[in-house]
């Protein structure tokens, strides 16, 4: 059993319970395994840890609303308590237009939907090269292309590059079948689906033709050099030490880059060791490189993705105390 308390002095309590409580009957047929109580400016949640973390998490998405607009009607109150994921709840919410990094087809807004993903936007914008580093599904890569296509999009940079380690196949692609592009879009593939994302197929299939946007795996960047260009390494906890030193030294003039990566993943062979712990302690302290670590609270997906996370977590410092991981 888990209780939790939250205030609402920030907003009007009218406009959040409803006239006659009718929001807070919503909230209640909503949340029907929970013990709500209203209290004053209070509103205390009783029940499940989970059902009492997917109530907390509206609820604050409806006072961050209230906040900013001090109405919400019924249907928006009811429409955000039923979302089923962080992305269907945050379209109903209306953040700062100024938040919004791309304007993807269809209307989509995208944007830096926690308080860690922004602060990369921020770092991004004053640094030239940053290390993300945090567990699936807080954002890390999704933003990092979001700031590509802005730069590209205001002509601040004139390509975008994007690369993966292809450890799965070792990085030696000869033996799969199809041309070389065949072979490599199964590991680039989050890539692509991230830029369906920010740019109309038409004119992302012309960017791609033209070389303005290019993806390749990690191995294909050795021996050039990235100038006037927004450089994204993702999955870099795949990439060795020699490899990733190889990468940070491809870039050039006018050039920006974002490493992404969990260190938690790791999937290359017993014997080679990840280059990302040891590249992001080294280049600590060097001015124009930044680094930023994103946790549970940066997960955007399935809600469920967070108690993964947590019990993972949980079981890795387990092991630890037990003495099975050195």
Known sequence: MTETIINLETVNPIEFFGVNNGKLDILKKKFPLLKILSRGTQLKLSGSPEQVTSAREKIELIVQYLERNGHMSENYFEQVLGGDDAETVDNFIDRNPNDVLVFGPNGKTVRARTANQKRLVQMAEKNDIVFAIGPAGTGKTYTAVALAVRALKNKAVKKIILTRPAVEAGENLGFLPGDLKEKIDPYLRPLYDALDDMIPADKLGYYMSTRTIEIAPLAYMR???LDNAFIILDEAQNSTDLQLKMFLTRI????????????TQVDLPRNQRSGLQKASRILKNIDGIAHIELDEDDVVRHRLVKSILRAYDKERKE????????
């Not at 050039?252 to 260190?263: E, V």
């Open 252 to 263: 050039g003039a006018n050039a920006k880059a974002i490493i992404t990566g969990d260190i």
């Open 223 to 225: 021996g050039r050099t």
């Open 319 to 326: 092991e630890e105390n037990r003495g099975e991981i050195k």
